[in-house]
């Protein structure tokens, strides 16, 4: 049986970036790798948009099939170029997947992504 503590300590732990939003992709929390990754502490980014990572080039349909698996409620995996705080671009390697409750409707969503910059 797994406490809620070590569960916690396990997802702020993990070596990948892991990131909760509400339905307007506002960021609720980040672990420890979404900040070494990012170059952000986590207190500035809590009630940022997750659009702050996005360097603005990634093209729109991209963010647009995003929207729409998770409009559906499916998951989506994909690669999008982010900025780090410090300005320099990486690969986001990006799977978000909806939190939705039973009773339908989006509340919340996770996102996990790793730095693929070397792999592309
Ligand atoms: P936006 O106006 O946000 O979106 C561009 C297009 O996407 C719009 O034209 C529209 O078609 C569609 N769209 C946007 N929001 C919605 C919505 N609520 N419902 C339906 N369609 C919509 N983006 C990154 O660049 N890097 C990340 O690392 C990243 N991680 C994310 C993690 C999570 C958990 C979530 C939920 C989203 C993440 N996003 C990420 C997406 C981010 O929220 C933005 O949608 C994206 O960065 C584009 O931002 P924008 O301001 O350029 O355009």
Not at 9 to 27: G, K, N, P, R, Y
Not at 83 to 98: H, I, S
């Amino acid at each position: 049986d797994i406490t809620d503590a070590l569960f916690h300590h396990a997802v702020d732990q993990s070596a990948i970036a892991i990131s909760i939003t509400d339905a307007a992709a506002t960021i609720l929390y980040v672990n420890k790798a979404f900040c070494a990754i990012t170059g952000y502490a986590a207190e500035e980014v809590v009630g940022q948009n997750q659009s702050l990572l996005s360097y603005r080039s990634t093209p729109k349909p991209v963010y647009q099939a995003l929207w729409a698996a998770l409009n559906e409620g499916r998951p989506w995996t994909g690669r999008l170029l982010n900025r780090r705080k410090d300005g320099l671009p990486y690969v986001a390697e990006l799977t978000v997947t909806p939190l939705a409750p039973q009773n339908g409707g989006q509340t919340h969503y996770l996102g996990m992504h790793w730095d693929a910059t070397d792999e592309h």
